[in-house]
């Protein structure tokens, strides 16, 4: 329990009730075993847990996000994308992690589950970004995988539709680690803050 603790006490962010906590993709496939796995992925899991709890006491709004490709999705090298086939739908892999927990009243926004369209942003075409404004979200706070893909695109176009947003690094895992810093230097360049330190 005592590790739990300091787990808690160092993750504390103030969030508040105009806050939202985007959960990206913390999906098996791109987890350990998965089809396309994020080094270490596995890792943020007790520390995103420890963020939900603390936006769910603060009354701040949980998103996740999922990955639901179609078995063709563009994005998958037999098609010319850049990535083995992962988080198909109807698959285990396309499953949120077995540890991740969730609260009653979290939002949930399924991606990419059209075959030409690449949808790497949690705002791409999914009515997110309204669902916010109308909730009266004014910060976003982003987390889960990779850093260098979808959290990079969703944190920027959260900046380009007006939201305060920051992304933890601590909640985040690249595919490579050049990947990670050049993704954190395009987000600051964006106008995100990266959250250093636990
Ligand atoms: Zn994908």
Do not use: Y
């Not at 563009?74 to 083995?84: K, L, T, V």
């Not at 889960?144 to 969703?154: D, L, P, T, Y």
């Amino acid at each position: 329990m005592a590790h739990e603790d300091a787990v808690m006490t160092r993750q504390k962010i103030g969030l508040r009730m105009s806050d939202a906590l985007l959960v990206v993709d913390l999906q098996r496939d791109f987890c350990a075993g998965g089809k396309l796995e994020v080094p270490h992925a596995d890792e943020i899991v007790p520390i995103v847990n420890a963020l939900v709890e603390e936006a769910h006491a603060r009354g701040a709004l949980v998103v996740a996000s999922r990955d639901l490709h179609p078995p063709d999705h563009q994005s998958f090298h037999a098609f010319g994308g850049r990535w083995p086939q992962h988080c198909v739908r109807g698959t285990r892999g396309a499953d949120l992690h077995p540890d991740l927990k969730l609260p009653e009243g979290a939002l949930f926004v399924a991606k990419a589950r059209r075959a030409e369209r690449e949808q790497a942003s949690v705002f791409d075409a999914t009515g997110l970004a309204e669902e916010l404004r109308r909730r009266a979200v004014e910060r976003v706070f982003i987390v889960g995988v990779a850093e260098e893909v979808c959290v990079k695109a969703s944190a920027i176009d959260a900046v380009r539709l007006g939201f305060v947003t920051h992304v933890l690094r601590a909640a985040t895992r690249p595919v490579t680690p050049e990947g990670g810093e050049n993704a954190r230097a395009e987000m600051r360049a964006a106008g995100v803050t990266v959250i250093e330190a636990p």
